[in-house]
């Protein structure tokens, strides 16, 4: 995984970082619902040994940037990650001889860093002051620089988007390909907000690829920009972009909604003239159907025609709205040889009267 991670153009030591410190995260989240109580400090360990100073495991930027993600990351991912932390394995360990997480006993993590073995602890604090920086692949600069270009009072802080009025943008890849000529990436574009209705955070993922990893961590950007990135600035900023939005109002007997709709997104393929209307249509109804909170809430559509059949996905707030997805799988589109793929997001926002 090392050279996975070098070949995609990040430096060593944030190599051995990332994997150091990401395994730890997953696995104390994991081990926090067991009554475990881990040890708060860590030392580095290389071939010559372990290093003479232990460090604050919370004053890692990585550490608490992949903890908070823990939290939100499914069984099946959340898995995959924690199993190569040593403290799961220990806690594994201890209960095939009977004894509970409770009965580990704290003590400091040693993770191999070589590259610590020679600093202290006031060395490494002033790096990671200088450095606050989680941003490998620089997707979250990207995110604060458009934000300002669209009118948007925003600063990086070297991991996330933040915008004056209070909402956080932030971007977290997934490598899922990296060969010498392809590299293919999912990207998880997060936007938080008091304003939003629980979970209170959009997730918007797009799939990158390209000759290398550069050219994927665009494409993914580049969808987000051409889907959902306009429709939220509309609604959260009041930056209300005729070209690349419409507004439509909703009466229903739960309520009214303004409607703000982003443009529909081609995959795959070229354009593809396909009538929106009947997906319209199911949408307005299963709002009006649908006893809403009065918050800001989302929907995402994805319809698809790779293999039969097709693919249909429809989300309210993140997660999977039946009805409606039941509704898009019967979406008749127009029949072609190749592959091609459809995406619309919008957002409702609720009318006082």
């Not at 306009?230 to 070209?243: F, G, M, N, S």
């Not at 909703?250 to 795959?268: E, K």
């Not at 299963?286 to 319809?303: D, K, M, Q, Y």
Request: glycine share 6%.
């Amino acid at each position: 995984m090392h050279a996975t991670l070098t070949a995609a153009g990040v430096s060593s030591e944030l190599a051995l970082e990332l994997l150091a410190f990401v395994p730890l995260a997953f696995g104390r989240h994991l081990l926090a619902r067991t009554g475990a109580k881990p040890g708060p400090t860590y030392r580095p360990h290389a071939r010559e040994g372990v290093g003479p100073h232990a460090f604050p495991i919370d004053d890692e930027p990585l550490y608490r940037a992949a903890y908070d993600r823990a939290s939100y990351s499914d069984r099946d991912r959340h898995w995959k990650v924690a199993r190569w932390s040593a403290e799961v394995d220990a806690s594994s360990a201890a209960g095939r001889t009977g004894k509970g997480p409770e009965d580990l006993v704290e003590s400091v993590v040693l993770l191999w860093l070589p590259h610590l073995m020679t600093i202290g602890p006031d060395a490494r604090a002033r790096v990671l002051r200088e450095r606050k920086d989680v941003d490998v692949y620089g997707l979250n600069a990207m995110l604060a620089r458009s934000l300002v270009g669209h009118g948007v009072r925003a600063r990086f802080d070297g991991a996330r988007a933040i915008a004056d009025s209070g909402e956080v943008w932030e971007a977290i890849v997934f490598p899922r390909v990296v060969e010498p000529a392809y590299c293919a990436i999912q990207v998880d574009f997060l936007v938080r907000s008091p304003r939003l209705a629980a979970p209170h955070r959009v997730n918007e993922s797009f799939v990158g690829e390209g000759p290398d990893m550069r050219a994927a961590v665009a494409q993914a950007f580049e969808k987000l920009s051409r889907a959902s990135f306009h429709p939220i600035l509309a609604v959260l900023h009041d930056h209300d972009d005729e070209t690349q939005v419409s507004w439509e109002h909703w009466h229903g007997p739960h309520g009214c909604w303004r409607v703000c709709l982003g443009p529909v997104l081609h995959l795959w393929s070229p354009q593809t003239q396909t009538d929106l209307a009947p997906l319209l249509d199911w949408i307005e109804t299963r709002v009006r159907e649908t006893s809403l909170t009065r918050e800001v809430h989302w929907v995402r559509v994805f319809r698809a025609q790779r293999d039969a059949p097709m693919i249909s996905e429809a989300l309210l707030d993140n997660e999977t709205w039946p009805a409606l997805q039941d509704d898009v799988a019967r979406w008749e589109l127009p029949p072609r040889d190749d592959a091609y793929a459809l995406r619309l997001f919008l957002m409702l926002v609720p009318e006082s009267h």
